[in-house]
């Protein structure tokens, strides 16, 4: 639940949480110690005025009202690692569905990435949908918002991190068979029209999942989870040979 995540990790953010009267669910109680711990404002709701305030119908019978996240620049994520040190950066290209986004941002958090960027004309942006797909990740993982993605793919080479794109084309190495690179950059694209050709441009690699199915590809969302498990398996192994 976003809520409980905020709770735990940016209470600072929660000005109030609205919840409704429900003795029997677990879940919501344990939210409430959790604000009441933490000396947040907590109010009673009807889920007819949750449903109001989110504009939806899905909102788990708690609302919170917070501060908006500062922003992060791209310059102060490349800054938070030094050039001889593991990073794991996260560059989305038009991923426009807000579950899809949701989902990845979750990935991110659980598989420990420095930090996500995607571009304000090519994504969602982080809203209700997205931070409850994202399960309150996308109140953990610095997110970057740029106005050009292969802008900021130039840049992040320059930090000296490998840009490796997942790109089903030809030419495509088998994520079995490739080795990541300490310091990389996972690069994804729309489940349509994939990473944008100015942006392929600049990868340093293209890898692609083998599929033994039917069908010829995975969501992308589930496909960052193969990719980013792939990397950390690696780094793992990396560090049992050293």
């Known amino acids: 639940n976003a809520t409980r995540e905020l ?3 940016s209470p600072g953010r929660v000005k109030e949480v609205l919840v409704v009267e429900d003795r029997e669910n677990k879940r919501l109680k344990e939210i409430v110690e ?24 899905s909102h788990q019978g ?13 310059k102060s994520l490349l800054g ?18 807000p579950h899809n986004l949701g989902a990845i941002l979750r990935a991110a958090e659980c598989y420990g990435v420095q930090g996500v960027i995607y571009s304000r004309n090519r994504c969602p942006g982080i809203g209700p949908v997205v931070r409850k797909s994202s399960s309150g990740a996308s109140e ?31 030419g495509s190495e088998s994520l079995h068979k490739f080795s990541f690179p300490a310091r990389c950059c996972l690069v994804l694209g729309s489940e349509g029209s994939g990473i944008q050709r100015l942006l392929l441009e600049k990868l340093d690699y293209r890898v692609k999942i083998p599929m033994f199915g039917r069908l010829d590809s995975l969501n992308v969302s589930q496909a960052a989870s193969v990719f980013l498990d792939a990397y950390r398996r690696g780094l793992c192994s990396i560090d049992k040979q050293a």
Do not use: M
């Open 7 to 9: 709770l735990l990790f």
């Open 34 to 57: 959790l604000a009441l711990k933490q000396d947040i404002k907590l109010s009673k709701a009807s889920k007819h005025e949750l449903s109001q305030i989110v504009r939806s119908d």
């Open 62 to 74: 708690i609302v919170a009202k917070v501060d908006a996240r500062e922003g992060f620049s791209l």
């Open 80 to 97: 938070s690692k030094r050039s001889d040190e593991a990073g794991l950066l996260l560059l989305i290209d038009a991923v426009q569905d």
């Open 140 to 170: 953990i993982v610095p997110v970057v918002e740029v106005g050009n993605l292969v802008q900021a793919a130039v840049t992040i080479k320059k930090a000296e991190y490998w840009l490796v794109g997942a790109d089903v084309g030809e």
